[in-house]
């Protein structure tokens, strides 16, 4: 599986949290959201900062390495409020019950194609109590590293690297994607430098999005 042979590396980007995570913790605190969701946590660099932060987190990530080294991680500063999961983005079975104040997803939703964009957002969606707050990061039509780089394998959505999409945003296509269930509440870019699947440094250009639930 692509995210195991990654995290068979360890903690790929460093364990700091990342600049969007700074961010959703200011919308949560602002919105009174307490429960939040993490999906996609990797091996939990911004799932740890949120419970350090004070909120109660669930976090899953279809990568079992990665979560047994969160899990370390965790167990070693004896966390409470804070629960690992192995879970499917696309069939969260664990957590079909619970609503949540929060959900913050980092560099998630732009790796999948349209179709299965919209059905994560839906299921996002779902997970959410009326008004809670839907935070996220994702690459924009501004990143001079990754739009337009490898094939254009549905518009704005490149394969730079083997196995691993990317779709670019346009602010419009924020708009249009949340307007239907969601007030958006901040929407801005930022940089956020990590190490890419080669290995080489990259300044990724990305939104930040905070919109709260209708
Ligand atoms: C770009 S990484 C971001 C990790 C983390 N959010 C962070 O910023 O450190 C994408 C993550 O999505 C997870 N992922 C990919 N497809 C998934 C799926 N279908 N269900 C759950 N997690 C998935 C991967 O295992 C990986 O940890």
């Known amino acids: 599986m692509y995210w195991n042979n990654r995290y068979e590396n360890g903690a790929i980007w460093g364990t700091e949290k990342c600049p969007s995570a700074v961010l959703a913790q200011d919308c949560f605190r602002e919105h009174s959201a307490r429960n939040i969701l993490v999906p996609g946590c990797g091996y939990g660099r911004n799932s740890l900062y949120l419970v350090q932060k004070g909120f109660n987190v669930t976090a899953f ?24 999961v192995v879970d499917s983005l696309f069939e969260p079975n664990l957590l079909k019950e619970k609503q949540f104040d929060g959900i913050y997803l980092s560099n998630i939703i732009h790796l999948f194609l349209e179709e299965q964009r919209e059905q994560l957002l839906d299921i996002m969606t779902s997970l959410l109590k009326p008004n809670g707050i839907l935070a996220f990061s994702v690459v ?21 690297h083997k196995d691993k999409l990317l779709h670019c945003y346009d602010e419009q296509e924020l708009h249009t994607i949340l307007e ?28 930040f999005v905070a919109a709260r639930k209708k």
């Open 140 to 160: 924009s039509i501004y990143d001079k590293g990754n739009y337009g780089h490898g094939e254009e394998v549905e518009p704005n959505t490149f394969m730079k």
């Open 180 to 207: 239907p269930n969601y007030q958006i509440i901040e929407k801005r870019l930022h940089t956020q430098v990590e190490l890419d699947p080669s290995g080489e440094t990259e300044e990724l250009n990305l939104w």
């Open 61 to 84: 990530d279809i990568s079992n390495i990665a979560i047994e080294y969160a899990r370390e991680q965790s167990n070693k500063l004896s966390l409470n409020n804070l629960m690992y």
